[in-house]
């Protein structure tokens, strides 16, 4: 979903020899590691996996957000397991959606945010998770299970969550936006990214209008759309894949972005600004879900097992600094990687603040009003 900045990877790389000690349990340096360790190309010695899975698979089909997976993370499956990875990647829930609905048997994960997890179940597009053969289940933070779009996780598990909110350069914007309404100010016009995310920005604009942001009554949603067409032609861009980009490059100044994007802005430029809007952020979560028809359910549930232990998934911390559902790895970084740990939970961006939690608002399947608000991004888009 997002790129990592260079401060942070160097960041990741001044730390290399401390991860080659603590990943391991004490082993060696990646020089001086034993031929029976697996190193990545980085130098990061692979920990050993704490629930082995048994595997015949030779591959695993990744269907996944763009540059959201840790590179040590996948040579690690790769090294420990003899499993090659194959990943394919995608901007928008949408596109992943119809690559599935269109009948694709290839892959064996998928990413999808909490909105779309119902329509793919109603669509039978996905597999329960088999929680017998998933022991680190045990490793997630209650506070991310159970939630409306899977009450039991029957069909998928954590894998990151955070918020869309306001962003914004400090040191170019003189009189800084407080809510998502005021993004309309047209002193703002041609400065500002945008998720390219046709149920955040609709439901946002729902709100500001008083209106709940899942509505299903076509009249609001035409309220909507009327209400966007005076905002998207002041938008320079749109960007799902690195929105952030642009912001650093001096491109745009301000805008919308989610929690990772936002947080590594910041590490390159403390000029950057994340704020909460006075409507409530979106609030999201991204997870693992297996399609129906996943051809190697065995490397699957090795995945899945191996990069949940607290000693690979804390990497997401490091390379990807959304809010981590994964306790055992929260648990492992505030030992083994304390500044990385404190960063993230220093921060209010990573580490949400529980007001803007409780003021936040969640993009819900719509049923049958779903084609409504595609024509309605499609109606916006293609006037730009």
């Known amino acids: 979903m997002i790129k990592s900045t260079v401060i942070w990877k160097l960041l990741a790389l001044l730390t290399i020899f401390s991860l080659s000690l603590t990943a391991c349990g004490g082993g060696q340096t990646a020089t001086e590691a034993p031929a029976s360790q697996k190193v990545t190309a980085s130098g990061f010695v692979c920990p050993e996996p704490q629930n082995k899975v048994e595997v015949t698979s030779k591959e695993l089909n990744l269907f996944v957000w763009t540059e959201y997976i840790p590179q040590d993370m996948i040579e690690c499956f790769e090294l420990v397991y003899g499993i090659t990875i194959n990943r394919e990647e995608y901007s928008t829930n949408e596109e992943m959606y119809a690559k599935l609905s269109a009948g694709s048997t290839t892959y064996d994960l998928v990413q999808p945010t909490d ?3 119902k329509l793919m179940i109603e669509q039978n597009l996905l597999q329960k998770v088999d929680k017998a053969r998933f022991p680190a289940y045990a490793n997630y933070d209650p506070n991310y299970l159970g939630l409306p779009f899977d009450p039991s996780n029957e069909y ?8 869309d909110a306001i962003v914004y350069n400090a040191d170019k914007v003189q009189n800084p936006p407080k809510s998502w309404a005021d993004l309309w100010n047209p002193e703002y ?30 009249a609001q949603l035409k309220e909507a759309q009327a209400k966007l067409a005076e905002l998207v032609p002041n938008i320079k861009l749109f960007d799902s ?15 919308m972005t989610w929690t ?78 304390p500044d990385l ?25 719509v049923g049958e009003a779903t084609p409504i608000y595609d024509q309605i991004w499609t109606e916006l888009k293609g006037g730009q």
């Open 260 to 337: 990772g994007e936002a947080f590594l802005a910041q590490q390159d430029n403390p000029a950057i600004q994340y704020v909460f809007p006075t409507e409530g952020a979106v609030l999201w979560q991204d997870n693992w879900a297996i399609p129906a028809k996943a051809p190697h359910l065995d490397a699957v549930y090795a995945w899945l097992n191996y990069t949940n232990q607290g000693d690979i998934f804390w990497m997401m911390l490091r390379d990807f600094p959304y809010t981590n559902p994964n306790k055992a790895a929260l648990d492992y970084a505030k030992d083994a990687q």
């Open 156 to 163: 998928t598990v954590p894998y990151q969550a955070g918020t």
């Open 115 to 117: 909105y779309i997890v």
């Open 241 to 255: 894949d690195s929105p952030k980009t642009a912001l650093l490059a001096g491109d745009v100044d301000l805008g």
């Open 189 to 218: 016009a041609g400065r500002m990214v945008f998720l390219d995310d046709s149920r955040a920005i609709i439901g946002l604009t729902l709100k500001i209008l008083g209106y709940n942001p899942n509505t299903k009554d076509e």
């Open 341 to 365: 740990y404190k960063a993230y939970m220093d921060s209010p961006i990573t580490n949400v603040p529980a007001e803007a939690v409780k003021n936040g608002f969640r993009i819900e399947d």
